[in-house]
Nanobody
Framework: QVQLVESGGGSVQAGGSLRLSCVAS????????MGWFRQAPGMEREGVGY????????YYADSVKGRFTISQDNAKNTLYLQLNSLKPEDTAMYYC????????????????????????????????WGQGTRVTVSS
């Protein structure tokens, strides 16, 4: 069983910055897709970005590209989301999520973790979700 715990949310003024953390406990044997999502009141949950635990490149939604940065420290089982140049429309509950790769997938010649993670992120298909951390941006 994997548990995800987010932290780092808070209230900031527009233009400010925050760094969110997501600590994962439990064992993922085959690597995982790690995603960040957010949900504003009365709105659907939307993807912010994602990264594959075995890679270095992150993918971002257009609405946050150039302002948000995803990073990871696998030794600490921690995923980060750096939020810069925050806008009032970034106000939301932010969630991290984890979807383990299929068992043995990294040994399949045809398997592309990047494509798998993109699909999972677009479809919001993640097995494990954190409880969320709230970000409020005032104008």
């Amino acid at each position: 069983q994997v548990q995800l715990v987010e932290s780092g949310g808070g209230s900031v003024q527009a233009g400010g910055s925050l760094r969110l953390s997501c600590v994962a406990s439990g064992y993922i044997h085959s690597g995982a897709c790690m995603g960040w999502f957010r949900q504003a009141p009365g709105m659907e949950r939307e993807g912010v970005g994602y990264i594959y635990t075995g890679g270095n490149n992150a993918y971002y939604a257009d609405s946050v590209k150039g302002r948000f940065t995803i990073s990871q420290d696998n030794a600490k089982n921690t995923l980060y989301l750096q939020l810069n140049s925050l806008k009032p429309e970034d106000t939301a509950m932010y969630y991290c999520a984890a979807e383990p790769l299929p068992a043995g997938a990294t040994g399949w010649s045809w398997f592309d973790p990047g494509t798998f993670c993109l699909t999972q992120w677009r479809e919001r298909v993640y097995t494990y979700w954190g409880q969320g951390t709230r970000v409020t941006v005032s104008s």
